[in-house]
């Protein structure tokens, strides 16, 4: 089933597309980038469920749709559970022998940051918890994108959205970014990951394995939002390339709770670089801009400490 | 079949309350998929169906979901890759539901559900009323309501055979009167599972399009307003169709295991003069009311509705085309409506769309759990006698037994 080769180069990435063209995503959406390399490690033997949210709605649009696997939708705050329900039910019928049990059919939930780390977190941990075969995939675009850029608990520390507005009293979030990979971790699930489209053969393994393990895994992907982060079309990979090259985005994979980094970064660039070219950080002043350095800083040191090394070395201008 | 083959059939008779007689109807289907969450006064159907499964009385996967909406929601995906999915909830779990009840009939899918009926929040109160099965009348699920722990049993074995009947394919709720039903021990027959397997049984996988890597179909997706309204419209023709269903496989039911179900149950109607009409388990109570009355000499009959949606209504109309007042009993309210009785205003309705000018008496009692006795009942019907003596329906619903009320 899948890939079953690991992914070293470009080239092992699969060239055939389970996800079809013409569906109504954003020019240089991050997400769409995500979807299509998320559905290269999939055969046919792979069933989508997934939330709503901007994947949803711009790749069903009743009749058409850009899914050639199975795929069900029910709402927003439910695809864990609604991948548990499936899994089971693949289960049963398969012990019953209603499908041919030798048939491994894999589960891939689907949802946006929305969807994962506010209304459907009750949902998310119940569905490790119980341990269901399941591979959950958040396409991070850091906002409520399909309702209009509102913040969600992903949304990062100053950033503007339409309910984090630039004011006189408030500027931008005044919360950091909500840590689920810390979230899933402590439900002690066998693969969790962090993944991002300006490395796709980094992020094309990653979805590899966690579609190969046999129980609960979670890929949390970097997409960035052209719209919502007031970014240039053409910027989209320039910035989630240096989301990792700033250290504001660590490329994590965690295989039965032992922690390790995948692209490393020796020299770090300052966090300048990546917040000036997103509209959505325009507000903010130089100092701003070294509180959030500082932020980045206090990460990356948890993060070398938690490795064991210095996987992401200091700022080097 | 024969009444001599009926009576051959070798039953096995035991003790046991609604919740069991649930969850045994569970087994004898063979479901594949069970979501499981407790709630009161649901919860023994939970326990039962998760110590069948510990035992291996029944193979079926159970989700033991962390919240009521993911239980809905995991049955909706289970029966959507095919399985034979059910749950079970009361009050608030089913409140918790609430979006995802018109997702599973939208969708198409055809779950089964036992709803212990239960009051609903604020105050709490754990006791019945059909406050929660009343929220859900909207959500295009068919309703069966339940009088006895048999009726539980019977139904929950039927409600398979119509959700999953091809010119049906919704899902299925059958309610127990929380405690009442529930907790209470009855006599209950068996139906074996070969017997329920025959009668209720499983369609091969793909008569209807479910999740399939052979044939991948894309459900649940977003409609805009060029197609939204035209999937409604089946979906309204779906339901508007199921009685007739029901009413197939109730008489088939009767045939092989010799208790014919109907979409309503006419009693000592004939001559009656005043009718009264009720759901569930207070059904019972009525029919020991109208018992003692006839005994005294009184006119009436009554009416209990086993399929609450969709609504029986040229079924209801035939039974009471005769008499001359009609009283209905809700254990529910629809705040602020015109009469707060939500059966009330289905009978109204049916009648007045028809031309059909009756004396009308709403009302609403037992809610939270506060008993009535066969006594209420015939006051009851005193006081539907009283209007129908001086002519005139009230314009408002009464609302009986509450304190410091005189009716
Ligand atoms: C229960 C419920 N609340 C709110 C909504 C409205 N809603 C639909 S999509 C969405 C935002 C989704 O955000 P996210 O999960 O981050 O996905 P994105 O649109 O950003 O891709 C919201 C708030 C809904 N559909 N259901
Ligand atoms: S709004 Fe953002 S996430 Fe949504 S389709 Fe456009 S670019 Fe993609
Ligand atoms: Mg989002």
Redesign the pocket.
Known sequence: MGVNKPIKVLWDIPREERFAPGH???Q?????ITMRHLAKIMDKNTIIAMGTG??EV?TTLFPRTSWRNPWIHLAFENTAAVASGVEAALKALSRKKIIDDSRRIKVVAIAGDGGTFDIGLQSLSGMLERRHNVMYVVYD?EAY??TG?QRSSATPYGAWTTTTPIGTKLRGKPQPKKDIITIALAHGIPYIATANIAYPVDMVEKFRKAYEVDGPSLVHVY??????WRIRNEHTIEVARLAVQTGVWVQLEIIEGEPRVTIKVPRRKHVRHYLRIQGRFRHLTDSDIETIQKMVDEYVEKINKWVGEEAIGPVVE | MSLAQVVERKVERIAATGNHAAAYATREVDIDVAAIYPITPQVQIAEKIAEMVANGELDAEIIPVESEHSAMSAVVAASAVGARAFTATSSQGLELMHEILYIASSLRQPVVMALATRALSAPINIWNDYGDVISMRDTGWIILFSETVQEVYDNIIQAYRIAEHPDVLLPVAVTLDGYILSHTIEPLELVTREEALKFAFKRPRGYRPVLDPDDPITIGPLAAPNWYYEIKRQQIEAIRNAGRVVREVGREYGKIFGRTYDLLEPYMIDDAKIVIISLGATASLVKAAVNRLRKQGEKVGMVKIRLYRPFPAEDLIKVIEDVDAVGVLDRAVVYGSPTEGPLFNDIAVTLATRGIHKLLVSFVHGLGGRDIFVNDVIAMYKKIKRFAEEGRSPEKTVFFGVKGEEV
């Open positions: 109504s995503m954003c240089g959406c991050g997400a769409a901007c994947v711009t675009n994108m399909n850029i997409s960035p939002c052209t719209p919502g």
